[in-house]
């Protein structure tokens, strides 16, 4: 077997990953817009301060720390295999980019004021 299958499956795999919180993210904001849809039609007041809380409601500080815990684990784990099957240098290569954002992640969780 080719060398070239470990990066292509791991592109593979983080394509899927996105391709399915794009879909998720999607579905989300479509069950919230039903939702304020129904409340609308069915001619419920709907307060400033109901807006407000489903504005916020996605803006959780932990969120920033789940995101950077979770990429910092995938970077290990990339660096962790690739020296089990010694492909280190390319483990190290890939694993760069989730570990980045990871960290990007972790100072945004650290400055940004908890919600």
């Not at 809380?53 to 979770?70: F, P, Q, V």
């Not at 280190?88 to 980019?97: C, D, K, R, T, Y």
Request: charged residues 15%; positive net charge.
């Amino acid at each position: 077997m080719s060398d070239y299958w470990i990066p292509i499956t791991i592109a593979i795999c983080l394509t899927l990953i996105a391709l399915a919180r794009l879909c998720f993210d999607y579905n989300h904001k479509k069950g919230v817009q039903l939702t304020i849809r129904k409340a609308l039609d069915k001619e419920e007041p709907l307060s400033l301060e109901v807006v407000e809380s489903i504005k916020s409601a996605n803006k959780s500080n932990a969120i920033d720390l789940r995101r950077g815990s979770l990429l910092l684990a995938l970077g290990s784990a990339v660096i962790i295999a690739s020296a089990l099957l010694n492909f280190l240098n390319i483990g190290l290569a890939i694993a760069a980019f989730p570990i980045t954002l990871a960290a990007g992640f972790l100072i945004l969780w650290k400055i940004e004021p908890s919600v």
